[in-house]
């Protein structure tokens, strides 16, 4: 197959788009960053983009009357691209049809919560807010729900009696900066395989698309 072309979109920070820079720099993932596109004109994940010479569009959604034609032409930029695959790295606006639409299936996002418990905002928070003791992250395909898309990859972490959201947040980010490059690498390989709401991963028995940080505590 010829090297997958990225399309990431980002609203903010940017760590989890670092962390696929990385991986691509590291030769742990065979594939090219075509744009990254923000609705954040201060998102720091374009300082990101400057920093590695990679192609960077603000696409302003107050320029659209509808959230739809936004959605419209963010995907007429990705596809006048080549864009492969679509990537959501801390993206915070709910996909609408237009981009799913000509992407099905081809659109991944990360969140940081064991979907599908705790979707939406601040899946940190609800996880502690709800007393969870096991809490993590996710990559899953994009459907037209907020967070409901088949699940490629979980990663779980503990929680603490004294954690606070930026500690357990901290916690889940290491994981997640593992898990997304993953995921897109099994994508980019084609061994990512879809039936109904199933992934399932091609031709390595082995592997299993899930991590489990065990508690670490001392003796
Ligand atoms: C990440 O924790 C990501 O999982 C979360 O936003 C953060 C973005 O960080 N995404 C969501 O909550 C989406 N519902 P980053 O900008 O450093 O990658």
């Known amino acids: 197959m010829n090297i997958l072309k990225i399309g990431v979109l980002a609203s903010g920070r940017g760590s989890n788009f670092q962390s696929i820079i990385d991986a691509i720099d590291g030769g742990r993932l065979r594939a090219s960053i075509e744009i990254l596109i923000t609705d954040n004109p201060s998102a720091f994940a374009i300082e990101r983009a400057k920093k590695h ?37 801390g993206f915070m606006r709910i996909v609408r049809k237009p981009l799913i639409d000509v992407y099905r299936n081809k659109i991944m996002n990360i ?16 996880a502690l807010q709800y007393g969870a003791k096991i809490a993590g ?37 290491k994981f997640e900066h593992k898990i997304y490059p993953e ?14 709401r199933i992934v399932k991963v091609k031709g390595h028995p082995e592997f299993s698309s899930s991590i489990v940080n065990p508690p670490i505590e001392e003796p």
């Not at 010479?53 to 080549?82: V, W």
């Not at 995921?183 to 109904?196: P, Q, V």
Request: net charge negative.
């Open 53 to 89: 010479n990679i192609k960077y569009l603000f696409i302003d959604p107050k320029a659209f009357s509808t959230k739809d034609e936004f959605f419209e032409k963010i995907g007429n930029e990705l596809k006048a691209r080549g864009v492969d695959l679509v990537v959501l790295a």
């Open 111 to 126: 969140h940081p919560a064991i979907l599908p418990s705790f979707p939406g905002l601040h899946g940190q928070r609800q």
């Open 137 to 173: 992250c996710t990559v899953h395909f994009v459907d037209e729900g907020m967070d409901t898309g088949p699940i490629i990859i979980q990663a779980a972490v503990p929680v603490f009696p004294d954690d606070t959201e930026d500690s357990l947040s901290e916690r889940i980010l």
């Open 183 to 196: 995921a897109i690498r099994l994508f980019s390989e084609e061994r990512l395989e879809i039936e109904g």
